[in-house]
Nanobody, 118 residues
Framework: EVQLVESGGGLVQAGGSLRLSCAAS????????IGWFRQAPGKEREGVSC????????YYADSAKGRVTISTDNAKNTVYLQMNSLKPEDTAVYYC???????????WGQGTQVTVSS
């Protein structure tokens, strides 16, 4: 069974940091792109960052550049999203997803809530 389980969300003050984790199981981790997405209330889901395990490439949305770092622990089949200098507008449910490319994701986690207070 394919599973993606996010953790690490919570309540943080503006300017603070959080590290989200996405633990993957049930598929060959190295063959997939793992992406982080977020959805704020009343807004569409948007991509934050993604990484391709096969070559270590990473991609960031413009809103994430300079504040977010995505990393992978292949031994643990886990992808991390380090978020610094958080802003209230970063408040959203954050999801991780796995798929064959940066444009297509087959599997989704249940999400973890990030709330940034001003």
């Amino acid at each position: 069974e394919v599973q993606l389980v996010e953790s690490g969300g919570g309540l943080v003050q503006a300017g603070g940091s959080l590290r989200l984790s996405c633990a993957a199981s049930g598929f060959t981790f190295d063959d997939y792109t793992i992406g982080w997405f977020r959805q704020a209330p009343g807004k569409e889901r948007e991509g934050v960052s993604c990484t391709r395990s096969s070559d270590g490439s990473t991609y960031y949305a413009d809103s994430a550049k300079g504040r977010v770092t995505i990393s992978t622990d292949n031994a643990k089949n886990t992808v991390y999203l380090q978020m610094n200098s958080l802003k209230p507008e970063d408040t959203a449910v954050y999801y991780c997803a796995g798929g064959p490319s940066i444009y297509w994701y087959n599997y989704w986690g249940q999400g973890t809530q990030v709330t940034v207070s001003s």
